[in-house]
């Protein structure tokens, strides 16, 4: 669902390490100046709007751009000041008290300020607000990963780390974390490798952006008489740009290729979409990602790693490459019985459907739907109107409240950046204990960021004087606002996302970190999911599932349990088919980032019939630009 565009952006970003949000530190001692700075912003702020602040948050709302500007300067003048701080203590007197304890405290301090500088690029109503928050994450980001790098702050961490000074486990971590984090930028190389790697990274830099740059330029588009388009939904076909009016235009983006797969009737037509699907701009991005992949080879081994896939790992739950291999067989052995009955229920209603031809990945998610609608009656269509938008909120709330031991409670009359935005409290239910806030976003709107996501504010951590630093977390969506009063009804879909993003915030507020490196959302990249995953489950059980459901005309009519359960059923059935895709993709990923020099197409040619039980891959279709994972449009 993500822009392609932005998820490459932030995996390049994850992958060099430099993920902002996990390279902010914050400030310990705060420079009155700035302080003083700080307040006559918020002074001038409360002189305009009459509102309420929020008590323990440090999040600024509404700024502006030359507040933006400002404030990203302060940010980066306090964090050189803090580095600089450190670096001048003397390599024997290194303690954690005058090296560890200010960043420490600095992370802590300047993790929601930056957050302020980052989040009106996604919600804030200003065209001039929305830019200078993008140009404030360019700064900051450059700012942040130049701080990383720095050999002194690096030698005296060593030097702390040397003297064995006794301390307890969370901040043992941190510590390894921190050293890490230098080292994984190169601060403990010569000058001459470090030289290498900056060439390096500026050339992946410019690689990325090119091959992110091709894909969004690129209109590619079919045209097909409405013939050629039997089975596709009405309202797909209304959607359509008619030319001269005898053909109608797809354009090859992903939302209308899952979308053709899964109905069209016409086997050549899904043929051809998916065929040039992966053509776009091909032969010029493979051949980018061929390059990049080898540099980014050429940066692991610098760094001391065997290969990339092992400097990614590195900092995840899975650590190695080799366990990440074993685990992808050992999953894709135990799932070839069942998808084998899978695949094969599909191929003989191709063969009822079409004759004798090849089955080929094209098919899937055309006959998967049929298999479905034979299966069971489920109209997705009559599901949607027992999810108003409201009452689903309301479920949501009920079921997480429950199941935390939470009381989620609207805070009115507090600043926010548009008049929709709704903050909440989150309290625990038994000692009534404020633990955190959420702010939420939902309706969709001009020059808004256009995913679901949940966005960490400010990070639950412990003071240097014992207090808590409450967290605070945003969500944003984009269900349509309704203009004629009547309820938004949200398509299952979108039910189980926004529970999921639910959990997130949940999961933000519950934490009991003391480092605000450590806090919520910031885990390993291949934990964070996990919760998340787990508890959509909750999506698929009448109890549950009733409580966040309800007839839009008559709310007292709940949905019926059959009806459930057929949802259920519905997810579970070819999940074999649907892993061994995803398992396919994962090994793709694995194998070409852990050697140099990888013939991609050779690669899919042989891999590709070897996971998906003899199907070959799609000609032209390279990693990236795979089909889109099997999903459904409706
Ligand atoms: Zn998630």
């Known amino acids: 669902m993500a822009k392609e565009k932005e998820k490459e952006k932030e995996k390049e970003k994850e992958k060099r390490g430099i993920n902002l949000l996990a390279l902010t530190g914050g400030a310990a001692l705060v420079a ?59 390599i024997e007197k290194a303690t954690y008290l005058n090296v560890i304890a200010p960043l420490v405290e600095l992370e802590a301090y300047q993790f929601p300020l930056v957050q302020s500088c980052l989040y009106p690029k996604m919600v804030s109503t200003c065209d ?73 990274t500026s050339q992946i830099d410019e690689l990325t952006f090119q091959y992110i740059n091709n894909l969004n330029g690129d209109n590619s588009f079919l045209l097909f008489h409405e013939s050629e388009l039997d089975g ?97 067989e050992d999953i894709s052995d135990n799932l070839t019985d069942l998808a084998t009955r899978e695949l094969n229920i599909l191929k003989d209603l191709k063969r009822k459907e079409e004759g004798d031809s090849q089955f080929g990945m ?9 298999a479905e609608e034979q299966q069971f009656d489920l109209d997705l269509g009559e599901v949607k109107q027992y999810f ?52 939420l976003d939902l309706f969709s709107r001009e020059g808004k960021y256009t995913h679901t996501c949940v966005l960490a504010l400010q990070n639950g951590c412990l003071s ?42 949940v999961h933000h507020i519950c934490n009991r970190a003391s480092f605000s490196r450590f806090s919520g959302l910031r885990l390993e990249a291949d934990f964070c999911e996990i919760p998340g995953r787990l508890l959509e489950n909750w999506c698929y059980e009448s109890f549950s599932l009733k409580m966040m459901s309800g007839f839009h005309q008559d709310i007292t009519k709940s949905i019926a349990t059959e009806l459930c359960r057929s949802l259920k059923r519905r997810r579970d059935m070819f999940s074999g088919i649907k892993l061994k ?10 194998i070409i980032h852990s050697s140099e020099n990888v013939d991609i197409v050779e690669l899919l040619k042989h891999l590709h019939p070897k996971i998906m039980l003899g199907i070959p891959f799609v000609r032209w279709n390279q990693p990236s630009l795979m089909l889109p994972s099997i999903r459904y449009w409706l």
């Open 232 to 328: 596709m939904p009405r309202e797909f076909i209304k959607s359509l740009e008619d030319i001269e009016g005898r053909k109608l235009k797809i354009a090859l983006k992903s939302y209308n290729v899952s979308a053709v797969l899964e109905h069209c009737k016409i086997g050549a037509t899904r043929k051809l979409v998916a065929t040039s699907y992966g053509k776009r701009r091909g032969k010029e991005n493979l051949d980018i990602l061929e390059k990049l992949v080898q540099l980014r080879h050429k940066v692991a081994r610098l760094l001391g790693y065997p290969n990339y896939a092992d400097f990614a790992l590195e900092s995840r739950m899975a650590r190695t490459s080799a366990k990440v291999f074993e685990f992808l």
């Open 128 to 200: 001039d607000v929305r830019k200078a928050s993008a140009y404030a994450e360019k700064e900051l980001d450059s700012h942040f990963l130049a701080c990383r790098k720095r050999e002194d702050v690096y030698r005296v961490i060593k030097a702390f780390v040397e003297r064995g000074e006794k301390s307890d486990l969370e901040s043992k971590h941190f510590v390894r974390c921190l050293v890490k984090d230098f080292e994984r930028n190169g601060a403990n190389l010569t000058l001459s490798k470090k030289e290498e790697l900056e060439r390096l």
């Open 388 to 439: 108003p938008f409201d009452l689903v909120l309301t479920g949501i709330f009920r079921i997480l409240q429950d199941l935390f031991g939470l009381r989620f409670e609207e805070t009115k009359d507090v600043e926010a950046w548009h008049e929709s935005v709704r903050l909440f409290s989150v309290r625990d239910i038994s000692s009534s204990e404020l633990l955190g806030y959420f702010y």
């Open 32 to 90: 009155v100046a700035v302080n003083l700075a700080i307040s006559a912003i918020n002074a001038k702020k409360s002189k305009n709007h009459k509102k309420k602040d929020l008590p323990g948050s440090s999040v600024r709302i509404k700024l502006s751009a030359s507040e933006i500007h400002k404030l990203t300067d302060h940010i980066i003048a306090k964090s050189k000041e803090i580095y600089d701080l450190v670096a001048s203590v003397p």
């Open 581 to 590: 895709q995803e398992v396919l993709l994962c090994l793709i990923d694995q």
């Open 362 to 370: 094209e098919d899937i998610a055309y006959y998967m739907r049929r």
């Open 464 to 505: 240097p004087n014992g207090t808590r630093q409450i967290p605070i977390a945003l969500v944003i969506s984009q269900c349509p606002k309704q203009i004629d009063g009547s309820p938004t009804l949200l398509r299952f879909t979108e039910v189980v996302t926004l529970l999921h993003e639910f959990t997130h915030v």
